[in-house]
C-alpha cells in the first residue's frame, strides 16, 4: 500500500488541534486552554474523516486495478487459443482437402492411419466450428467463437475496472487536497479555507458514489450449472445407485402373509 502523502500535514492539524487553542487562550485570558475556538476542534475532525475516506477510496481504487490487470491478462490467454485453434482449424482444413482429392478414385484403398486422421479431423472441425450458445460451459468454451465472445467479455470488464479505478483516484486526490486545505485553515487560523475543504471533501464523495455505481459486477457461476457441466453423459450422482434396487422392489402379494400359511 502506498505512503499517505498527507501524513504530516494530519500531524499538524492534530498538533494545533490540541496545542493551538490553549495557546490562544493564554494570551487572551490566561485561563487555559479547554475553552478555545470550537471550530478548530471541529476541523481537526473534518481531517480525520477526509484521511478515512482517503484511504478506503485508495483500497478500492487498488482493487480495482488489480482485477482489470488480471481480466486483461486472462482476455490475452483466450485470444491467444482463439488464435491457435483458428490454425489448427485451417490445417484441418488443408488435410481434408488433401484426403477428398486422394479418395476421389474409388479404387484407391484408404490406408488405415490416414482414415483415422480424417476422423480425427471431422471431429475437431465440429468442436471448432460449435455455437458459443450450445458451449456446456461458457467460461471454458472448446469453440471458436465461444472463445472470441468470451475473450471480449474479459476486455470489456478490464477496461470496465480500470475506468472505475481512475474514477476512485480522482476521488481520493479530491480528499487528500482537501486535507491540505484543512491545514492550512487552522495553521492560518482561517474558517473560510475550512468551508473550502468540506467543499472539496462533498465533491469527493460525488466521484467515490458515482465509481461505486459504475463499478462492474461479475455474476459467479451457479454451483448447480458448474456440476451438471463436469457431469459425464450417463453418469450417476453418488447415491443413485443405492436408490434405484430399493424402487424395484417386488412388494409381498396380497394373503400370502403368514397368517394365511397357518390357516
Known sequence: MHDDPTEHVQEEIHHHATHGEEHDEKGHGGHGGHHGPGWITAAALTAALLAALAAITASLANSHLTNSTLKRI???????????????????????????????????????????QHDDDLKKKKEYNQPADDEKNPEDPKGVEGLSKLAGRLDDLSKEHL?????????????????????????????????????GGVVGLFFFARAMSHAPVEKPEKPEAAAASSEKPGEKRPGEENKAPDEHKEKPAEGTGPAEHAG
Open 74 to 116: 486472462s482476455a490475452l490467454d483466450r485470444w491467444n487459443q482463439f488464435q491457435a485453434k483458428q490454425i489448427k482449424s485451417s490445417e484441418a482444413d488443408t488435410r481434408l482437402m488433401q484426403y477428398n482429392a486422394f479418395t476421389a478414385d474409388a479404387a484407391v484403398k484408404v490406408p488405415a492411419p490416414l482414415a483415422k
Open 163 to 199: 475506468e472505475t479505478h481512475e474514477t476512485f483516484e480522482l476521488s481520493e486526490t479530491l480528499f487528500h487536497i482537501s486535507i491540505a486545505v484543512v491545514a492550512i485553515a487552522v495553521v492560518a487560523k482561517r474558517k473560510e479555507f475550512w468551508y473550502m475543504s468540506m467543499v
